[in-house]
């Protein structure tokens, strides 16, 4: 599973970040960084979906492989 990020919705709410800190990050300029091309730790999933959930402008999503 992977995560997917639509950066033409993200809008730096920076949600998923309080969510999931150690997956999803904003640098100084306000861009989420997340590493989009890693599979999920099976242990972040759960923190993963609930970032999906939490996003308010529906800019994540997961892709199972
Ligand atoms: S919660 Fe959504 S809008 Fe906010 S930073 Fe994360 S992906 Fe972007």
Redesign the pocket.
Known sequence: MKVV???S???????????APEI?V?NDE?E?E?DDQADVDPADIELVRS?VS???????SVADD
Request: proline share 4%.
């Open positions: 990020v639509d950066r919705k993200c809008v730096s709410l920076g949600i998923c970040e309080g969510l999803f904003l306000g989420l997340v970032a939490g996003c308010p402008v529906s800019a994540l």
